[in-house]
Nanobody, 126 residues
Framework: VQLQASGGGLVQTGGSLTLSCVGS????????MGWFRQAPGKGREFVAA????????LYADSVKDRFIISRENAENKVSLQMNNLKPEDTAVYYC????????????????????WGQGTQVTVSS
């Protein structure tokens, strides 16, 4: 299983970016997907997750009301729309696939995700 993340870049405070992650296998639609990020000198933190049904979503408090996670199972793609970006959003962003299929609710815990994309850098200038 390969996950290819893209869409990162440099943006000014208050700007927007949309990250995308495309999965390589035909089982994509059966798994919850998540986005995590890691800032320099910090651990990896949860950002957002979406159910395999494209229904339930979860967000970290720090991004709630600014970020939107969505998925298009027909395209094996999950996206993260990031609005009103702040310097503290600067990090490498990783998409991840849950370790088991058909979960009842998405997870915020990184150890429950088995496959990770390569990461895409987001830099927000002040």
């Amino acid at each position: 299983v390969q996950l290819q993340a893209s869409g990162g870049g440099l943006v000014q405070t208050g700007g927007s970016l949309t990250l995308s992650c495309v999965g390589s296998d035909d089982l994509f639609s059966k798994y919850d997907m998540g986005w995590f990020r890691q800032a320099p000198g910090k651990g990896r933190e949860f950002v957002a997750a979406i159910s395999w049904t494209a229904g339930p979503t979860l967000y970290a408090d720090s991004v709630k009301d600014r970020f939107i996670i969505s998925r298009e199972n027909a395209e094996n793609k999950v996206s993260l729309q990031m609005n009103n970006l702040k310097p503290e959003d600067t990090a490498v962003y990783y998409c991840a696939r849950a370790s088991g299929p058909f979960r009842l609710v998405p997870s915020t815990i990184s150890s429950t995700y088995s496959y990770w994309g390569q990461g895409t850098q987001v830099t927000v200038s002040s």
